[in-house]
């Protein structure tokens, strides 16, 4: 019960005292008490719209703020003249009984904390805010105003967490007009990240009228003009607000697509960033106003059949005039749902492997791996799981190999093709351990002991390394027992004879250690993985740089060049295993290892990460390519233990032109 006998929750209550701290004198207590706010989740909807209610009470007087006051002189067009009735009636006057405290605890706690100085009581208020507007759409439509003023706060850091907040329970909001002019701003901001995080808000996010989309669009092709290396996010952000707007785009695509109805216009460059842009927006919005279609100019669907190729999973499929489409969705749906059928019975013809002799089960091995890659490339759902397999069979068939083009084990020559062969074992293996998540601790198991035969295959095809690959392989199989042992796995036939016979295996004594692995090797490997639950393969996106072999950029030689650099990491589970590779023209590589704060988390073991190359070279005779990729450090992470670092590739490796020189010499 309240002092004047008004009946409220608990929850009610304590969220009016909390509110209170909000104006304590300690800057501790406000960020603590604004912290709070936003887990209080059964807080009644009045309590919570006071937080945002500038109305407060001085003398038993209702103030109205200065926006209000400003209102109402605009409405009524002129000054008190005194010649209307009750024009200069006293103000209202409220009783000191109809005063509620607890009202008042709560009245305009946000605005207090969203205008407080420290950038941590604001920080703290922008969270609560967005986790209490998530769960209530009216007070999601109320705490909008107030959000979209915090985009024009000096601190960077404030202004991201206010983009990020509204995003988060966008698709409940309409952008008005009036608060487009804060948010457009931010497009010019110098940040990536304002910018980027700003985008994504437009994806989620609903525009109110045209003029609104409008806007949008052009401070988006401002934005492209400003920063081109932001193209491709300004793609999907286009390709999203086409999605999401297809009534409105409608009545605006004779101006996107500057055509006019008496006179020809001319064809826009399909190579202009801003054009692509314009037409991915008419595009997609197309999908859900099909009337759109007979808009279009002629040399607009000439460009769409060239989008549809080069860029596919940004432009829809669309049935323009005299289009026919190849394949009905019921057949692609069809073929989407046999493809894990068929990817059992690949695999089950695996299991007469063990009954075959060594040529047979090679061509088989290569029939299973060809089929388990066209169905990676059929269904992208099964991409992760079917490479991990092919890589596992491929490194089987190429043990199979070894055993085949070098004769009986003993007498393996030196040859290069072995030491090529083993090598692309080894680096299957890797891949396997690193770059693939899901693996359970039996089959990381399994790769390791198929790294072990390839060393042991290693240490009897090549003698003068046997000194040095005996201490590895202990080392290996030291690591594979301990780990068999903790998590109850049983090894398979190879490595149960060395552990039977390992005191055996001297480095010292390299007879007796041949001897061990011969009869070791003996035993045939059983063929085929099963995998046990689904696999996430790590994959890298390049943004930026983009392909360059046309226009060199041009440095002073003994001078540095920052090249930019932008991609989209997914299924990464530590960052710090992360590098960026620079191969020179005369292979030459340098590794670059990005910053922390270079890495931002936009999801489920997903990141972006925006880092600089420096590069640095003598005068060349003629510009080059520089081949930037990202690779991963094996032996990081702790999965497995390859006993050195492997450095494998993310990436295909773009080749950036270069061209140092020479420094000019002033008389």
Known sequence: ??????????????????????????????????????TMTNVSARFLEQTLDKKLMSNMRRKKSAHERQKELYMTGEWSSGQKWADDAPKEVVEADTVSLMSSGACGAFVHGLEDEYLEVRQASINSLCLLACQSATFAQLSQDFLVDMFNDEIEGIRLSAINSLRKFGHQLELREDQLESILGCLKDFSYDIREALRDMFCQTRLATKECLHQTVMSLLDNLKRYPQDRLSIWQCMQAIGRNHPSITLALVPEFLSTHPYFDTPEPDIDDPAYISVLLLVFNAAVQSPSMISMFPEHTCRHYEYLRNSLPHMVPQLMLPGEVIELPDHKISTNKLSSSEFLKDTLQRLEIANNLDNESVQQLLEMVVRDLERISEVDP???ATTECTAMFLQCQLLLSQVSSFTGRLGAIPDTDRTECVLNKIFLLTSQLQFLFNGLSAAELSTVDQLRLRGLAVQIVAFSNKRQLLCSKFLQKLEFIQDHTNENNITPDAFVQTLLRKVNQLDPDNVDAFLEVLKNALSHRQHFGIALSQQIDRCKVTVNEPIENTDNPMKFTAGLTLAIPVNVTLENLTDTDTIKIQVLYPNKRKQLFKPRKEEFRNIGENKYKMQSDVIISHSVWI???CVEISVIMCGNKNGKADTLEETNLDLCKPIKVLVAPKPIKKFL
Do not use: H
């Not at 209550?13 to 909390?18: C, E, K, L, T, Y």
């Not at 104006?23 to 501790?28: C, E, F, P, R």
């Open 1 to 38: 019960m309240s002092e004047i006998g008004e009946e409220l929750k608990i929850a009610d209550d304590s969220f009016a005292n909390i509110c209170n701290m909000i104006n304590d004198l300690s800057v501790t207590v406000r960020i603590q008490a604004a912290s709070l706010l936003g």
């Open 381 to 383: 759902s099964l991409q």
């Open 622 to 624: 003629e510009p080059c």
